[in-house]
């Protein structure tokens, strides 16, 4: 697994620049939120759905 920034929202256009993930080992996904001070452990998650399923978290905390 390996750390990723989310730089110029390229990543996750849903969440703000400094949001930071840890993804790897097959589909599994640590996403840190420091605005919402959120962490979320997802595991078995297509890679194609990772930004959609930052978009979805997202909405669900700014409501």
């Known amino acids: 697994m390996n750390?990723?920034?989310n730089t110029d929202q390229e990543?996750?256009?849903a969440a703000r620049e400094d949001t930071v993930?840890?993804?790897g080992a097959g589909t599994n996904m640590v996403?840190?939120?420091y605005e919402h001070d959120l962490v979320a452990?997802?595991?078995w998650l297509?890679?194609?759905q990772?930004?959609?399923f930052v978009r979805l978290?997202?909405?669900a905390v700014e409501d």
Request: charged share 25%; hydrophobic share 55%.
């Open 21 to 23: 993930a840890y993804l």
């Open 3 to 5: 750390w990723f920034l």
């Open 50 to 52: 990772l930004a959609e």
């Open 57 to 59: 978290l997202t909405d």
């Open 41 to 43: 452990v997802v595991r």
């Open 46 to 48: 297509d890679n194609q």
């Open 31 to 33: 996403l840190v939120d």
């Open 11 to 13: 990543r996750f256009p």
